[in-house]
């Protein structure tokens, strides 16, 4: 028997797969469906609001700093267009990247191992690995910015805190 998924683990899935409509239907894609980010997240879950308010606080986030997100992504993949990356790859990435810039209340070792296990279930058998690689990188340069004092290219303004507030455990995720 499998255990249940945790909850942070079934928004992460949710917003992962907004996040993939996004990319591949367009910015405009909720308007054309005639919904908002929350009603497309709750549509995937049985009537958990915290499972939906996650989903929609790595959606909206995601979005909001994609021009962001995308410019770090390609400074760690120097010789990698991201348009030639696995679309649920780079979904996965964008959305663990911005956990990393902009939720202080997501342990770095959390969004990246949820982020592997990503990859490896909607992805490629390698995904998990290249997941790691390159979110390791991304933690280790904002990491070193934070230390230095560089911020995270204006990132760090965006929401930092959902339901819980700063320094809720993740313990569900």
Same mark, same amino acid.
């Given at each position: 028997?499998?255990?249940?998924?945790?909850?942070?683990?079934?928004?992460?899935?949710?917003?992962?797969?907004?996040?993939?409509?996004?990319?591949?239907?367009?910015?405009?894609?909720?308007?054309?469906?005639?919904?908002?980010?929350?009603?497309?997240?709750?549509?995937?879950?049985?009537?958990?609001?915290?499972?939906?308010?996650?989903?929609?606080?790595?959606?909206?986030?995601?979005?909001?700093?994609?021009?962001?997100?995308?410019?770090?992504?390609?400074?760690?993949?120097?010789?990698?267009?991201?348009?030639?990356?696995?679309?649920?790859?780079?979904?996965?990435?964008?959305?663990?990247?911005?956990?990393?810039?902009?939720?202080?209340?997501?342990?770095?070792?959390?969004?990246?191992?949820?982020?592997?296990?990503?990859?490896?279930?909607?992805?490629?058998?390698?995904?998990?690995?290249?997941?790691?690689?390159?979110?390791?990188?991304?933690?280790?340069?904002?990491?070193?910015?934070?230390? @230095? =004092?560089? *911020?995270?290219? /204006? +990132? #760090?303004? %965006?929401?930092? @805190? =959902?339901? *819980?507030?700063? /320094? +809720? #455990?993740? %313990?569900?995720?």
């Amino acid at each position: 028997m499998t255990a249940p998924i945790r909850r942070r683990t079934r928004a992460r899935e949710i917003a992962m797969q907004v996040l993939f409509q996004f990319d591949v239907r367009g910015e405009a894609y909720a308007g054309e469906l005639g919904k908002t980010v929350a009603a497309m997240c709750a549509e995937e879950c049985e009537a958990d609001n915290d499972v939906v308010t996650f989903a929609v606080r790595l959606v909206e986030g995601t979005l909001q700093q994609r021009a962001a997100i995308d410019q770090r992504l390609q400074s760690v993949t120097r010789n990698w267009d991201l348009r030639r990356m696995a679309n649920v790859d780079r979904n996965v990435l964008r959305m663990a990247i911005y956990e990393l810039m902009c939720c202080a209340d997501v342990p770095p070792k959390v969004a990246i191992n949820e982020a592997i296990e990503l990859g490896k279930k909607f992805s490629t058998a390698n995904s998990g690995g290249f997941v790691n690689g390159i979110l390791d990188r991304v933690r280790i340069d904002l990491e070193q910015e934070r230390r @230095a =004092g560089g *911020g995270t290219d /204006g +990132a #760090a303004k %965006a929401p930092e @805190a =959902g339901p *819980g507030g700063p /320094g +809720a #455990a993740d %313990a569900a995720t």
